[in-house]
Every structure is written in C-alpha cells, then in structure tokens.
C-alpha cells in the first residue's frame, strides 16, 4: 500500500514537472530563444584536453573576435591538426599563452588573437581563471558532466543558467523581464556565430564604441616604451614552445569603422604595433597588411556575421599557408 | 562527482543496478567499494590512493592495538594512528595555514620574507574520513568493539560514497551492523528516499545557489559596500545559504545511502528552529557535533571538573571546531565566538532564566529568531575572505557605518529573496519538534506529489555550472 502509494507520487510528480518543463520550453521558444551551448572553464578544459599531447595540435587564442570568426572544426577538416578553441569572451588571451608555455606536455602551433590593449600588461591576468580551473578542479567526473550537459544544451533553451526557475522569478520579481536573447549560437567547440538579425545592430554598434570610449578614458595606453615590454616575456613564451617544436604565430584581428580610428588614435600604429613587430621576435600577422581579410563586413566594428565564419576561416587558413606557418597543412 | 551532476546521476543508476542486480552479499559490498573509489577517483586519482593508504593503515593498526594486551603498548599504538592521521590532514589542510601564519608573524616584528609556493591540492573530503578513520581507532582503544574482521566491511565504512565527501561523519557501531546482512531491494523506502535526494537537491541547487548564494555574494564581495539594512541581510542570506547547501547534501546523502539499503542518522534536525545556541548546535551538523563532544570535549573532562573548568573545554572545543572546518583564523573567531556564545548562555540559563522552558510559542520564535541572529552574527566571519573583512561587515551591520554609494540589488531581488528566507525559516520552526523523515510516508498522496513534484521542478530547471557544495572544501 505504501509503495504503490509512491509508485502513485513519483508518477505524478514527474509527469507534472515534465509537463512545466516542456511547457515553459515551449513558451521561449515562441518568444524567438534558441537552444545554445553555454560556455564555462569545463568547456575550455574539455577543448584542451583534446589536443594537448598531440604533437601537431594547433590552439587559438583570443578573445571574442576569435572566437566568433574562426570554426576549428573546419580547420582541422582542412589541415588535418587537432584544432582547440581556447579564446575566451571578453578576456585577452596571454595568461593562457603563459600557460601553454609553461605546460611541458603541449607542443602544438598557437594562433594569438591580439590587439595593442590586450597586450597592455594589465590585461595579462584576464584568462588565469580558466588556467586554474585546469590545475586544480578539472577532472573526469567534471568531463562527463559536460559531456552529458552539452548535447542537452544544444537542444534545448531551458537547459542553460539563465533560465533555471529560481532566475526566471527572480528577474520577474525585479521587473526585469525575460533574459536577454542571446545572438550568439555557441557550438560545442567553443566556436560562436553571430547572428545579428536578432538583435538591434545599431544600438549595439553605439553601444560598443562607446564603451570602447569609456575604457580609453579610464586606461589611457601606456607610454610605447612600457607598453614595448611586454616583448620580453613574450618572447621567452614563444621560446619555451619553440623549444618543444612547436610555434607561435600572433594575429591581429580585424576591426572597423569609429572602433578602428579610436584604436589607431590611443595606440598610433607606428609608434607601438610596428615597432613590436620591427623587432622581430614575434611571428605576426596584422589584419591590416592583409587584403584578403578587408572585404569581410564587421557589422558591430569588432565581429563578423556567423554567415562569415566558414568563408572567414578558409580565408585564415589560406593566410597562414600563405606565411608558411602551416607546413603540415596539405594533410586531410 | 557532485550529487548535483549528470554525470553522478549516470554513476548512481549505474551502481544501483549493478548492486541489485547481484545475488552475493559479499560481492554486492565489493561492488560497494569499487564504485566508492570510483567515485572518488573520478576527482582525482592520487587522492584516492591516499584513501586507500588511510583505511589500511587504520585498519591493520585497529587489529594490531586489540590483539595488545600492554596498556602502554596500546597506547603508543594509539598515538601512531592519531599522529598519522592528523599529520596527513595537517600536511594537506593546514600547511599553507601555517606558512602564511609564520610569515605574518615575522612581518609584524619585521622580517619580510618570501616563502616557498607549497602548491598543495587538498583533497576532498579528507576531515571527514579522517575523523571518522580516527574515532574507530580511538573506540577499539577503548575497547568499545571488536575490530573489524573484514576490510570490505571497513573500506566501505571510511569510502561509501554518499557520505565520503562530506558527511555525515559515521561511527562504527552505527555502520557494522548493517554490513552484516543485506536487505532485500523490495524492504527499501526508495519512494521516500527518492523524494530526499529530490527535495536536497532542491534545495542546493534552488535556494542555495540560486536564491541565497548571488545575496551573499554581492555583500561579501570586495570592494562591496552595503549599507546597514542590506549588510544584515547578505549575512542572513548566507546563513540560509551554508544551511541549505550543506543540509541538503547530508539529505541527499541519506537518501542515496537508503537506496542502497544503508540507514544514516540526520545530520541537520531544523537548525533555525533552535532556541538557544547549545539547542542549536544538536540540531545543527549533528554527526560533527556529536563527534567533537565524544572525542574532545568529554576526554577534556566536560562540565566533570566544576563550571569554569567546563567552559574553557567547551571554547577549546569550539575553537577547533572552527579550526577543522578551514585552515583559516576567520574559522577559529567563528567556531571561538559559537563556544563563547554557549558558554554565555549557560550562564544566564543558570544565573537568570532558563529561556529554553518558554512555553508561549512567540516566545519561543522570537527566541528562535534571536537565536539565528546570533548564529549568523558569528558566520559572517565564516564566510568573510578575511577577519579584517568580516569586522567591517560587522560594524556596517550593528553600528550602522555604511560606505553605501549605489544599491547593490533591486528591491525586487531584495523582496524575492526575503520572502523565500522567511519562508524557509518558518518551515523550521514549524518543524521544530519533527525528527527525521518518516512523516513523508505519513502524508496524503497529494500532498507528497506536490512536495515531489516542485522539488523535481527545482531540479529540471535549475541548469548550469554546478558550485560545489560548501563542505566540500573541507
């Protein structure tokens, strides 16, 4: 009696938070939301340990305009070398390249997406957290977990964060609405494309330039000649991988419009990026050298459409055979 | 693995089956064990050598010191085992403690130096199953039971995985017998214990992390600067916070055990609904407190040699209490003011009014609140990243300085988390009196449904990056 009594609940209960799960799918989904997956430093671990101890693994590095323009899957289709996606939103890169450097057991070639603020010493620290986070919590138990949760988040809006119940009444509570409908469809290689028919471009692109503004007027660049040591310990870096046979190639993405002219006039070119690269000691690649990159429309001034990304990538990967960087590349 | 995960869901189905599916009692124990070390592996490896160092050790020990028929023998045996024991937990948990404390004390007479990087990883869990490899070493000195006649037995004693991690701290007494004869699948309360790993979870992943955690975290962050109003109530949200965090995870934990067929003690019995600090710390992480009181506070001698004598053991006891949750000195002030707080009760209970045979219930809840006022005037300094911190916490919360420049949450959040605050609080006092979770079973279907049924709502719809639980880190 009492079993088939929980027999009875269990049933119930399950039916009738099935049913509010499904239902509230159902309600975003007419409200335009997407299924995405949700990035986090598992996702970053589980892309590293892919490729780590293949000799010809090839990782990129970055920040945003890296990850939302270059597919790694296409890459490695293209050039047969394991292919990580290693950029993280919003944080520049080289607390990851210190790391590479200081991991015996990598010995790939990496790609550094790169501007002069990111290389500004106090942006150095940014990535460390996903760094640590592969020290010191990464583990098997964490990389089941992510792999069950990926294939779910790819199928399904209410399988992210943002619209766990708790959240969703919260917002509610504060008279703040749904969240924010997300225009970047991250694919479980941690490539994002950006579709910007869902959102409202040019409010983006004000807002964009204007924090750009903001963030000029709270760290104004350093003199070049401070700005010029960070080649030192770069170099050292690119030294420590070189040693094990494997490379660094840095890559300036491309920017436009108000974004580019407000970079140029706080980091003038020839007094910072060419004297870096005058110097010699890191393999570079600047966007603005490349004309085969100048036709690809960044409609935010930072990231091209997603609709670019495959056109994107193949144009990078012929840049980088073009420069000789890729000499195993013809493998597929 | 966290009880929150998918990939602990996969590994639970997994074992169930495998260990019902067995017909051998032995081989299911066996089965028990190896999926413990999984379990625990699956974190890190290494770690769960040194698990499997730490029960053997114990255990040869535990038989060596029975088979001693030399007093003084026995208890050289006794210190080895303690001596290792706490080394191993001193090396992983309080080294860098130690270091940092050695290297704040010669600054203060002014010698700057820069010590070496220790780099050590503490491994989970470890206080836990140190404690508990301890007390069967220290009960088997006291010819309290036999050793145990099967490492199987003790392996899974010291590594069944729902409590290996954080609790609840098992005796031996309670588990062995158990090992003794299987139960048959269909005599487990799965219903009920299904619906307390489901109601646990709820309560981690809903209010925990996702109702009380983002409070507390914006008013303990750095840099933050809350006013008076809203200092009180980060400190409360967190207090809710470490409550439906680590409770939850000794629910789920007995409920996974119960699966299996195993019966832990509560752990937490509605710790809000206390009246009084000492009424508090019975109902509060009762497997540690009970521990502490069995292996510390009456070999110190208890309230055995007179009043002053009993309150500098209970302090002594609190404080390291305090010191076993983290190597920190926030920890100590916590678990030293908790100890202080009792031993000032006691005092008035005896001196002035025995507030806890208040009968009138708005006494009593009024004494209930005012007993989670105390508490959660103590665990800012648990939750603050420093002492410097938490004083100045303290003194925005009960002298109204206040830095306050821009409002740190909208009156909205502020609302929805007060009123789920208040409503988890109520709940305890209402439940006061009830012990364990047998009145599940009591209850109309409907009723259960609806528990279940918003539970498992909680858990669908609370996706994301799982945080740990808190007593992970300990």
């Known amino acids: 009696m009492r079993a088939r009594g929980w027999l009875t609940t269990w049933v119930f209960a399950l039916l009738i938070a099935l049913g509010g799960a499904a239902g509230l799918e159902t309600y975003l989904r007419r409200l335009d939301y997407v299924p995405t997956v949700q990035d986090d430093p598992d996702l970053w671990a589980l892309a590293y340990e892919r490729v780590r101890l293949k000799p010809d693994a090839l990782v990129l590095l970055g920040a945003s305009r890296i990850q939302f323009a270059l597919d790694p899957v296409m890459i490695e289709q293209a050039t047969g070398r394991p292919t990580a996606m290693l950029a993280v939103n919003g944080h520049y890169p080289l607390a990851t390249l210190r790391f590479l450097a200081e991991d015996e057991a990598f010995r790939g070639l990496v790609v550094v997406g790169i501007d002069s603020r ?39 809006v209410i399988a992210r964060s943002p619209f766990a119940l708790a959240n969703l009444l919260r917002r509610l509570a504060a008279g703040w609405g749904l969240p924010f409908n997300d225009y970047v469809i991250l694919r479980p290689e941690r490539v994002g494309y950006v579709d910007y028919r869902r959102t409202d471009i040019t409010a983006i692109r004000r807002q964009r330039i204007l924090d750009l503004e903001q963030y000029y007027r709270d760290h104004p660049p350093p003199p070049p000649e401070a700005w010029l040591k960070v080649a030192e310990p770069l170099a050292q870096w690119v030294a420590a991988i070189k040693q094990r046979g494997g490379k660094v190639v840095f890559f300036r993405e491309p920017v436009s419009g108000e974004h580019l002219e407000l970079d140029e006039r706080n980091y003038p070119r020839a007094e910072y990026w060419d004297v870096l690269a005058a110097r010699q000691i ?12 100048a036709h690809f429309a960044l409609p935010d001034t930072s990231h091209i459409d997603g609709i670019d990304v495959p056109a994107f990538t193949q144009a990078f990967i012929a840049l980088m055979r073009g420069h000789g960087h890729w000499p195993g590349a013809a493998r597929q | 693995m966290t009880f929150d995960s998918l990939s602990f869901f996969c590994f639970l189905t997994l074992a169930l089956a495998a260990y019902w599916l067995i017909a051998s009692w032995r081989v299911r124990k066996v089965v028990l064990l ?12 290494f770690f769960a050598l040194l698990l499997v160092a730490t029960t053997w050790f114990d255990y040869f020990l535990a038989h060596w010191l029975d088979a001693q028929q030399n007093q003084a023998a026995r208890k050289r045996l006794l210190i080895a085992s303690v001596v290792v024991n706490m080394g191993v937990l001193a090396f992983f ?49 006291r010819r309290r039971f036999k050793p145990s006649r099967s490492l199987v037995d003790y392996g899974l004693f010291v590594t069944f995985f729902p409590h290996l991690v954080a609790g609840p701290i098992l005796r031996y007494h309670d588990f062995a017998p158990q090992c003794q004869a299987p139960q048959s699948w269909t005599s487990i309360p799965a219903g009920r214990a299904l619906a307390m790993v489901a109601i646990g979870l709820a309560m981690k992943v809903g209010l925990a992390d996702l109702v009380f955690a983002p409070v507390a975290d914006r008013v303990f962050a750095a840099g933050a600067r809350p006013d008076s109003p809203t200092a009180w109530l980060g400190a409360f949200a967190f207090s809710l916070q470490v409550y439906c965090d680590f409770a939850a995870y000794s629910l789920c934990a007995i409920g996974v055990a119960l699966l299996f067929g195993f019966h832990f003690k509560a752990n937490f019995e509605s710790p809000f609904g206390a009246v009084g600090m000492a009424d508090l710390w019975t109902r509060w992480h009762i497997s540690l407190s009970t521990w502490l009181r069995d292996y510390v506070f009456n070999p110190l001698g208890g309230y055995r040699k007179g009043r002053a004598r009993g309150h500098l053991n209970l302090l002594i006891t609190f404080l390291l209490c305090g010191l076993w949750h983290g190597a920190a000195w926030t920890y100590v002030i916590w678990g030293g003011l908790n100890g202080l707080f009792q031993v000032i009760e006691r005092m008035f209970r005896e001196r002035v009014w025995d507030f806890t045979q208040a009968s009138q219930a708005w006494v009593r809840s009024a004494l209930m609140l005012g007993t989670f006022v105390l508490f959660t005037l103590a665990v800012v300094f648990f939750r603050a990243p420093s002492v410097a911190d938490a004083l100045r916490l303290l003194r925005v919360m009960l002298l109204g300085e206040t830095g306050a420049t821009v409002a740190l949450f909208a009156r909205g959040e502020l609302v929805f988390a007060a009123t789920l605050g208040a409503a988890t609080l109520a709940a305890q006092q209402l439940s006061a009196r009830t012990r364990g979770w047998d009145w599940l079973d009591r209850r109309p279907v409907w009723l259960r449904t609806a528990v279940v049924a918003t539970a498992l709502s909680v858990v669908l719809l609370s996706p994301g990056f799982n945080p740990a639980f808190i007593y992970f880190q300990f």
């Open chain 1, 118 to 156: 990111g290389l500004n010493a106090k942006h150095w620290d940014m990535q460390q957290p996903w760094v640590e986070h592969w020290n010191n919590r990464w583990s098997l138990a964490r990389r089941i977990n992510r792999q069950l949760t990926t294939p779910l988040q790819e199928q399904w």
């Open chain 1, 282 to 293: 890191l393999p570079m690649i600047d966007f603005r050298d490349q004309p085969a990159l």
């Open chain 2, 93 to 141: 948990k309080y080294a860098q403690f130690l270091r940092d404390t050695a290297v704040d004390l010669a600054a203060s007479v002014g010698v700057r130096f820069e010590p070496l990087d220790l780099g050590i990883l503490l491994p989970i869990g470890i206080s836990f199953y140190t404690f508990e490899s301890m007390s069967y070493v220290i009960d088997v000195y």
């Open chain 2, 34 to 45: 190896g999926s413990s070390y999984v379990f625990y592996g699956a974190w890190n490896p």
